[in-house]
Each structure stands twice: as structure tokens, then as C-alpha cells.
Nanobody, 124 residues
Framework: QVQLVESGGGLVQAGGSLRLSCAAS????????MGWFRQAPGKEREFVAA????????FYADSVKGRFTISRDNAKNTVYLQMNSLKPDDTAVYYC?????????????????WGQGTQVTVSS
């Protein structure tokens, strides 16, 4: 398994931006599908975005499409989530996850390794 550490969360006003980072350990980062999930208070964890191993294809939840961008730098073992036009509904703990597979998936059970999460709070 790969170890994941998220950073970049914080408090931001509605309409603002944040960039989350997720640093991965190990030398096999480029073999993992990477994803971001989030969990708001009282709600189940939900898929946000995923990116293929090369970074050539990305996938998004409808709720964030057009506002969030996932990217990765395999040389730095890091995946990013750029979040723009943030809304109060985006408030959640954001988790980075890794999937040891060629095929992209969006379910929690499809990912093998998880970070500890980083809090994002959007004020109105």
C-alpha cells in the first residue's frame, strides 16, 4: 500500500479558491489511479474526482464539474485538487485515495489506500 498525506485545507469565503495536495510515499505512485473524496457532517463520504495513472484522463462528480480540477505530478508523487468558486455546500473533510488498478472507479470500496483527511470550510 501507499501512504498518503493531504494538506492545503482551511477556511475560505464563498467564491474563493483552495488547492489541496496529497503527497504519496513509495516509488510506485505512477501505477495508482488517484482520487479525491469528501465527507460533510452527517453525510456519507462521496466521490469528488479521479485521475488516471498518466494524468491523461480525469473524472468528476456532477456537483464539482467545472469548478474543481484534479491533476498529478508523478515526478513529485503528488496529486492536487484545485477548487474554485467554492460554495458552503463544499464544506467537508477531503480525503485523498489511491487505487492499485489500471481501471478508474468512483466507489469508496474500489480504493485501497486513504489519507487522514483535510478540513475545508467555506463560509457564506
Amino acid at each position: 500500500q501507499v501512504q498518503l498525506v493531504e494538506s492545503g485545507g482551511g477556511l475560505v469565503q464563498a467564491g474563493g479558491s483552495l488547492r489541496l495536495s496529497c503527497a504519496a510515499s513509495g516509488r510506485t505512485f505512477s501505477t495508482y489511479i488517484m482520487g479525491w473524496f469528501r465527507q460533510a457532517p452527517g453525510k456519507e463520504r462521496e466521490f469528488v474526482a479521479a485521475i488516471t495513472r498518466s494524468g491523461g484522463n480525469t473524472f468528476y462528480a456532477d456537483s464539482v464539474k467545472g469548478r474543481f480540477t484534479i491533476s498529478r505530478d508523478n515526478a513529485k508523487n503528488t496529486v492536487y485538487l484545485q477548487m474554485n468558486s467554492l460554495k458552503p455546500d463544499d464544506t467537508a473533510v477531503y480525503y485523498c485515495a489511491a487505487r492499485a488498478s489500471f481501471w478508474v472507479a468512483t466507489g469508496q470500496a474500489d480504493f485501497d489506500s486513504w489519507g487522514q483527511g483535510t478540513q475545508v470550510t467555506v463560509s457564506s
